[in-house]
């Protein structure tokens, strides 16, 4: 994975919740820890019950995601996946597969810990923002589970 042109991101990056209440210097802050890269259909990001190392922002592309091999769900650009893991020091809770060939951010745990360390408004803003995602996360499950289609 590479780098990330901020420039050519930023507007793209802007939209995904995890970010949505940053200053702009937060926002760049946390896209200079990460990396840039693409996955082929096909490709698995991480396995259930892997070490948690980090979380990936998706901007392009489709992922889905496996409890064993039933699919439960699917990530869609501007949006994050792993992060609950990253967060709770838990082994991932599900298999994530690509499958639309994905232009990903790679924010690896030990960059972004350090990150929130040096700076407690960022890290106030992060969680808000990943507790927001989460909650909306499990609102769309439970209406799934009261739809049958869980």
């Given at each position: 994975m590479a780098k990330i042109d901020i420039n050519k991101h930023i507007k793209?990056?802007?939209?995904?919740p995890l970010v949505k209440t940053l200053s702009s210097y937060q926002l760049q802050q946390v896209l200079r820890c990460g990396n840039l890269g693409s996955e082929p259909f096909g490709y698995t990001l991480f396995r259930q019950g892997d070490k948690s190392l980090g979380f990936y922002i998706l901007l392009s592309g489709e992922l889905v995601v496996l409890d064993g091999n039933t699919e439960i769900g699917?990530?869609?650009?501007?949006d994050i996946v792993g992060e609950?893991?990253?967060i709770?020091?838990?082994?991932r809770s599900a298999t994530i597969k690509?499958?639309?060939e994905a232009t990903l951010i790679n924010v690896p745990k030990m960059q972004f810990d350090a990150l929130l360390k040096g700076d407690v408004d960022l890290a106030a803003r992060v969680y808000?923002?990943?507790l927001d995602s989460l909650i909306g996360k499990l609102l769309t499950a439970n209406e799934k589970i009261k739809k049958g289609v869980i």
């Open positions: 793209i990056v802007e939209k995904i699917h990530i869609k650009p501007v609950m893991g990253m709770s020091n838990q082994p690509v499958t639309k808000r923002n990943m």
